[in-house]
């Protein structure tokens, strides 16, 4: 459980890293927007060095977390209802980080 809610706190950080300056980017926001942008970013990049696996293998585990942070963000954050597809490749993409993450050691 507590791989799974590091990935999760990785992935916000990420998402709230990159959606900051899309808001700027795209929706006119403030540029002040930037700094906690950046703030998020070096977060994602520190979360990641907790991690107790091979860089690689972390990376590959930490996609399906972050493709199903990324739909619930969809739905929470962009009022946007996620399609069955999109549940889905959810599942598919978290089935998929269970096996990498979980393996037998």
């Given at each position: 459980?507590?791989?799974?809610?590091?990935?999760?706190?990785?992935?916000?950080a990420?998402?709230?890293?990159c959606?900051l300056?899309?808001?700027?980017l795209?929706?006119g926001a403030s540029?002040w927007l930037?700094?906690?942008?950046?703030?998020?970013?070096?977060a994602?990049a520190?979360?990641?060095?907790?991690?107790?696996a091979?860089s690689?293998?972390?990376?590959a585990?930490?996609?399906?977390?972050?493709?199903a942070t990324?739909i619930?963000?969809?739905?929470?954050v962009?009022?946007?209802r996620?399609s069955?597809?999109?549940?889905?490749g959810a599942?598919?993409?978290?089935?998929g980080?269970?096996?990498?993450?979980?393996?037998?050691r």
């Amino acid at each position: 459980m507590k791989t799974v809610l590091l990935y999760l706190l990785t992935a916000c950080a990420e998402i709230v890293g990159c959606y900051l300056p899309w808001l700027w980017l795209r929706q006119g926001a403030s540029a002040w927007l930037l700094l906690p942008g950046a703030l998020a970013l070096a977060a994602f990049a520190w979360l990641l060095t907790l991690h107790p696996a091979a860089s690689g293998r972390v990376y590959a585990a930490y996609g399906g977390i972050y493709i199903a942070t990324a739909i619930l963000w969809l739905w929470l954050v962009d009022g946007v209802r996620p399609s069955p597809w999109d549940l889905a490749g959810a599942a598919v993409a978290v089935g998929g980080m269970a096996i990498i993450a979980f393996q037998p050691r």
